[in-house]
């Protein structure tokens, strides 16, 4: 996935889960009590929810055997970026009834049990709220410094260095065998769910089965709904167990159900695997899926710097990784003004808010940020929320106020992009790579310090060319 990373920032929509759910953003986390197997019941559904058609007995818990879940693990790999989801405006060919009945085909193809089928979808209804709730996904239209802001808060920091005190333990052995930082996984389990705060309350198959069946991602959630059919038919879950968020996450880091089955992991050697209540699950299970994504021990991820104001602007790019030394030469310094290592490793400079906002340098374990969400927004947040409980300090101040583009004029500046031959897929509003990129060749050919990042005055020189 992160191959295909070509400029400075990637889609705030193409995010890997599509659909997060966070939970406040200043609470404690909640309390996390061992599970009681089969597995601990996560949140009911509200009742404003869609419920499933009936309660059934739980199906007989069938802990796989090694085989059995390294063939699962194999089928369900993620492994390049997600299919490129249609437009907005786009519709069914089919009633959602009759791509149910074709969906429950496919799945006993695949091997579903019946029992199962019927339990997971007999009375399964279209959401519209979902599908609103799919379309709208506003949170990552927001600025990196609000975003970041709202999210990655003081209380989170304080949370998250409580977390590793209080499963030192866990997290020792996860360092060990897994090389991923406590901080890291730390800092995921913070944005995803708040340490369990914010799970989501809604019944996953509802959601997923609505997903699934929308023209929009349905190719995506077809595969995420016939895991989570797999999840129940081994007896990991129940269908009135499985709650999460509306786009199908499960537990406190908000794993799909194919990230589920390729990465979770028995953590605690209880017999289950517990992703709601149980943080040896959860840290391992996290931990395993890092190291699937690339997670490269013993080596940094992301470092706040300090910019000079003569740098050569069109170097800042995801794209672009050069020495540190080179770096150094340019005069970019750690955030205490001292100087960085002046050694080989491969960076590159991320400028989220132009020239004049916050800059870090982005090591090849950022690459895994990208592939757990592929917003940059929610990517840089992440990550520098890690070195922030890992000791790092506050984001530095933007060197001045900086306009941000409202969603009319980011509308605007897309459409005269297109109008000049830039590919910006969707005018939405929404400033991902493909209009990242496009500002970055506007600003090169109109002499305009070309660090990607889009202006108004960006905005009125195209207006005035028109």
């Known amino acids: 996935?992160?191959?295909?990373?070509?400029?400075?920032?990637?889609?705030?929509?193409?995010?890997?889960?599509?659909?997060?759910?966070?939970?406040?953003?200043?609470?404690?986390?909640?309390?996390?009590?061992?599970?009681?197997?089969?597995?601990?019941?996560?949140?009911?559904?509200t009742a404003a929810q869609p419920q499933p058609a009936a309660a059934a007995a739980p199906i007989a818990r069938q802990v796989p055997a090694a085989n059995a879940a390294n063939s699962l693990a194999a089928k369900y790999a993620t492994s390049g970026l997600p299919p490129k989801?249609?437009?907005?405006?786009?519709?069914?060919?089919?009633?959602?009834?009759?791509?149910?009945?074709?969906?429950?085909?496919?799945?006993?193809?695949?091997?579903v049990s019946a029992r199962t089928i019927s339990l997971a979808l007999d009375g399964r209804t279209l959401d519209s709220g979902v599908i609103a709730r799919d379309r709208k996904q506003g949170f990552f239209a927001q600025s990196f410094t609000d975003f970041a802001a709202k999210l990655?808060?003081?209380?989170?920091?304080?949370?998250?260095?409580?977390?590793?005190?209080?499963?030192?333990?866990?997290?020792?052995?996860?360092?060990?065998?897994?090389?991923?930082?406590?901080?890291?996984i730390t800092g995921f389990w913070a944005l995803e769910s708040d340490f369990g705060a914010g799970m989501g309350k809604l019944p996953i198959l509802n959601s997923l089965t609505t997903l699934a069946y929308d023209c929009r991602r349905g190719e995506m959630f077809r595969k995420e709904l016939m895991a989570a059919l797999e999840i129940i038919d081994r007896?990991?879950?129940?269908?009135?167990?499985?709650?999460?968020?509306?786009?199908?996450?499960?537990?406190?880091?908000?794993?799909?159900?194919?990230?589920?089955?390729?990465?979770?992991?028995?953590?605690?050697?209880?017999?289950?695997?517990?992703?709601?209540?149980?943080?040896t699950d959860i840290i391992g299970s996290t931990a395993n899926y890092m190291t699937h994504l690339g997670w490269r021990r013993d080596e940094p991820w992301l470092e706040e710097v300090i910019v000079t104001n003569d740098l050569p602007w069109d170097k800042a790019d995801l794209a672009i990784k050069l020495p540190r030394s080179q770096w150094s030469t340019w005069g970019v310094t750690k955030v205490d003004g001292l100087a960085l290592p002046a050694?080989?490793?491969?960076?590159?400079?991320?400028?989220?808010?132009?020239?004049?906002?916050?800059?870090?340098?982005a090591y090849e374990n950022f690459n895994v940020y990208l592939q757990w969400n592929q917003s940059l927004t929610y990517a840089i947040t992440a990550a520098w929320l890690s070195t922030r409980i890992d000791?790092?300090?506050?984001?530095?101040?933007?060197?001045?106020?900086?306009?941000?583009?409202?969603?009319?004029?980011?509308?605007?500046?897309?459409?005269?992009?297109?109008?000049?031959?830039?590919?910006?897929?969707e005018v939405d509003g929404k400033i991902g790579a493909n209009t990242r990129a496009?500002?970055?060749?506007?600003?090169?050919?109109?002499?305009?310090p070309a660090d990607s990042y889009p202006t108004p005055e960006l905005l009125a020189a195209l207006q005035s060319e028109s």
């Open 1 to 45: 996935m992160a191959a295909g990373i070509t400029t400075l920032a990637l889609s705030s929509t193409a995010t890997f889960a599509q659909g997060i759910e966070f939970g406040p953003t200043d609470t404690k986390p909640a309390p996390v009590a061992k599970p009681k197997p089969p597995a601990a019941k996560p949140p009911a559904p």
């Open 85 to 111: 989801p249609n437009p907005a405006n786009c519709k069914n060919e089919v009633g959602f009834n009759t791509w149910l009945a074709s969906f429950r085909k496919q799945a006993a193809a695949e091997g």
């Open 152 to 184: 990655a808060t003081n209380n989170r920091v304080t949370n998250g260095r409580a977390q590793i005190k209080k499963n030192a333990d866990t997290f020792d052995r996860a360092g060990k065998e897994y090389g991923v930082p406590a901080s890291v």
């Open 235 to 279: 007896g990991d879950m129940t269908p009135d167990t499985m709650i999460g968020s509306w786009a199908g996450e499960i537990g406190q880091t908000q794993f799909l159900p194919t990230r589920y089955l390729a990465h979770a992991i028995d953590y605690d050697g209880d017999g289950d695997i517990n992703l709601f209540a149980s943080p």
């Open 343 to 361: 050694d080989a490793m491969p960076a590159s400079l991320m400028l989220p808010m132009g020239r004049y906002g916050p800059a870090f340098l």
């Open 391 to 425: 000791g790092a300090p506050p984001m530095q101040k933007p060197k001045r106020q900086i306009a941000v583009l409202g969603q009319d004029d980011a509308k605007e500046l897309q459409r005269q992009l297109k109008k000049r031959g830039f590919d910006v897929g």
């Open 438 to 448: 496009a500002v970055k060749a506007m600003q090169v050919k109109l002499g305009f």
